[in-house]
Structures are given as C-alpha cells and as structure tokens.
C-alpha cells in the first residue's frame, strides 16, 4: 500500500483544511486508518483513528470537537477535516494503516505511513 496525504498550507489561526490521505496498491477498505502529526522538535502524536467503515472514530484529546476524521471506501480515501485551528496544531500530518491491535495512539502499530503534509497555523 502506497499513501498520499495532501491538502496542507498556511492558514491563520481560527480557519479550516481538509487533508487527504489516498492509497494506492491496495485497496484501503478493510483496514483501518490512522492520522498522526509531528511538530518540529517533538515526537510523533496521534490525532484520530477511524474504523474500516467509518463507523467508529477516536481522537486525542487535544484535536476532540474541532478535527472530524472520515473516509470514502469507493475513492479509496482517508480525509480530516481540520476547523478552528491553532498555531500549536502546526505540524507535518501523516496517515497510516493500522497494522497490528494495542494502543492507538503509538506508532509502532501502524505501517505504510504517507510521506506527510505541512500544515502551518499562524497567529
């Protein structure tokens, strides 16, 4: 399976993006997704996980209310809605299949992770 995220820019604080995340190789459909990011400096955190049908989601508490994470199975497409956002949700935004069952919030159990996309928030 092959990733690509895009979608990211610079938007002011309090404006919205929506990222993508399509796959290639493989159909995503029976896996579920994963959505990370990575500020300069700092680790890798999660950000939302979604179910192979969409219908189960999880997000950090951090992005909870303000970020909404879908997928569109017939466009084999992972999408995360970013609203409200904030300089400090300025990062590199990666997705990745969940691989293996454990926490979802480490990365270690997600593979094929996208090469990322650059969102900055300026204040």
């Known amino acids: 399976v092959q990733l690509q995220a895009c979608g990211g820019g610079l938007v002011p604080a309090g404006g919205s993006l929506r990222l993508s995340c399509a796959g290639s190789g493989r159909t995503l459909s029976s896996y579920a997704m994963g959505w990370f990011r990575q500020a300069p400096g700092k680790e890798r955190e999660f950000v939302a996980r979604i179910n192979w049908s969409g219908s189960s989601t999880y997000y950090a508490d951090s992005v909870k209310g303000r970020f909404t994470i879908s997928r569109d199975n017939a466009k084999n497409t992972v999408y995360l809605q970013m609203n409200s956002l904030q300089p400090e949700d300025t990062a590199v935004y990666y997705c990745?299949?969940?691989?293996?069952?454990?926490?979802?919030?480490?990365?270690?159990?997600?593979?094929?992770w996208g090469q990322g996309t650059l969102v900055t928030v300026s204040s």
């Open positions: 990745a299949v969940v691989a293996r069952g454990g926490s979802i919030y480490r990365t270690d159990n997600y593979d094929y």
